[in-house]
């Protein structure tokens, strides 16, 4: 049987960070160099909605469409309440053993419904540091969680099945935390920080 993991510590980790986002942060850079806050939370709405779809198998639009050639989604109308509610929708969906088995799709490819809740998890994990960092916010991450992150991006080392999805990978001491040690594995610098305002 494949083993499971429980992307619920990250799903509710991210959501407690949307009610402390305020209107005039969604301008503002992230760790991800080609998004702001608000490309951000447009990505986290299309992934948080693909990657449950590919759980339950619900093969379709959300889970063909190419994240780096689709139009975000827009933050219309409670866009917090709406990202809060797929995500734990995305946390729900993958505690089904049947989420974890045979091949599902997301982003496009096709591949085993083990690897995609991997995937998944990664992809909330690191993003919630994003946001975090961006909007000024604490994150710790779980260590279940971070952990599987840290597995996931480890087997990834070959710069040329990096490009496309993770930076270069940042040296870190080894005794680095496990959060540094993931977010440095995707190619963000740990210690990122917004740039200062610039003066008048």
């Known amino acids: ?113 083990s690897e995609a809740g991997r995937v998944a998890l990664n992809e909330v994990l690191l993003h919630g540091w994003d946001l975090a960092r961006a909007t000024g916010q604490a994150y710790t991450g779980d260590e279940a969680s971070l952990r599987a992150s840290i597995a996931l991006l480890g087997r990834s080392m070959d710069p040329e099945d990096r490009e496309g999805m993770f930076g270069p990978v940042v040296e870190v001491p080894e005794d680095a935390p496990l959060l540094d040690r993931a977010v440095a594995l995707s190619g963000r610098q740990p210690s990122w920080s917004p740039p200062a305002p610039s003066k008048p």
């Open 1 to 113: 049987m494949t083993a499971m993991l429980d992307l619920e510590p990250p799903t509710r980790q991210v959501a407690l960070l949307l009610d402390n986002i305020t209107d005039d942060q969604l301008s503002a850079p992230t760790p991800c160099e080609s998004y702001s806050v608000r490309d951000l939370l447009g990505h986290l709405l299309g992934l948080t909605a693909a990657f449950r779809d590919a759980a339950t198998k619900t093969l379709g639009p959300s889970t063909q469409a190419d994240p780096s050639t689709t139009a975000l989604p827009p933050l219309a109308g409670d866009w917090r309440g709406r990202l809060a509610q797929q995500l734990g929708e995305l946390a729900e969906a993958w505690r089904d053993p049947a989420a974890w088995e045979g091949m599902t799709q997301a982003g496009g490819i096709t591949f085993p419904a």
